[in-house]
């Protein structure tokens, strides 16, 4: 079975500070994970995947996420945040290759606000 | 190169009534999935739909519906709405020949609202 748990439901800083989002997933098998994000009324956009290559992937607008097997965890990351960052984050957990469809697994989300 | 268009953005209908949404998907990708997305919470899978048929389902009942078109476009229908089903509904694509790697592209969905 898998699962993916955003710890955090929102997150605030302030522009030029780092970004943390966390996530942790639970997965029978070596798991694909994805970052999604969704600007307001709008799709999501994918803004980076681990497919069990580089742990440390980077991704879209300078974003990045590492790949921790011993904690079972993915977290988000960017250096500096800025105002168009604010939107909703979805971490996401996928089988292994070729899997089921009803298998991929979105969180519930972590919106973050940017304060001027 | 388009992405995946759905359509309408918006709609309003009251219970008990019947609902079609459409989705175009990505050009080059074969395989479209629909979501439902409730106010603050994320996406859950409804079902997959490759080479016409629907290959995949989420725990959802029969009420929803779908078909694909040898276009590889694809509509949503909800039958005898609730007001539960008030939701984005979002489409997404892949290129993965009915495979899913859990890379998908999205559309910008259908915000339905159930009076």
């Known amino acids: 079975a898998q699962s993916v748990t955003q710890l955090d439901s929102h997150v605030s800083v302030s522009e030029g500070t780092p970004v943390l989002l966390r996530c942790n997933y639970s997965?029978?098998?070596?798991?694909?994970l994805f970052w999604y994000v969704q600007h307001p009324n709008k799709g999501l956009q994918l803004l980076l995947k681990y497919t069990s290559a580089a742990t440390l992937v980077k991704g879209i607008n300078g974003f990045e996420a590492e790949f921790k097997k011993s904690e079972t965890s993915f977290h988000l990351t960017k250096p500096s945040a800025h105002m168009s960052d604010a939107a909703e984050y979805f971490c996401v957990v996928s089988g292994v290759p070729y899997s089921s469809a009803s298998k991929i697994i979105f969180g519930s989300g972590t919106r973050l606000s940017i304060r001027p | 190169d388009a992405g995946v268009t759905q359509s309408p953005t918006h709609l309003i209908k009251t219970r008990g009534q019947q609902v079609t949404l459409r989705c175009s998907p990505k050009?080059?990708?074969?395989?479209v999935s629909w979501y439902q997305q409730a106010l603050g919470q994320g996406p859950q899978f409804i079902f997959q739909?490759?080479?016409?048929?629907?290959?995949q389902r989420g725990n959802f009942p029969d009420r929803f519906s779908g078909h694909q078109f040898p276009n590889y476009s694809s509509e949503l229908n909800v039958n005898a709405l609730l007001l539960g089903d008030s939701a984005l509904y979002l489409c997404a694509s892949s290129p993965t020949s009915g495979t899913n790697t859990g890379e998908l592209f999205f559309g910008e969905g259908s915000r339905l609202t159930v009076l």
């Open positions: 997965s029978s098998y070596s798991p694909s």
């Open positions: 739909y490759y080479e016409e048929e629907e290959r």
């Open positions: 050009s080059g990708h074969d395989t």
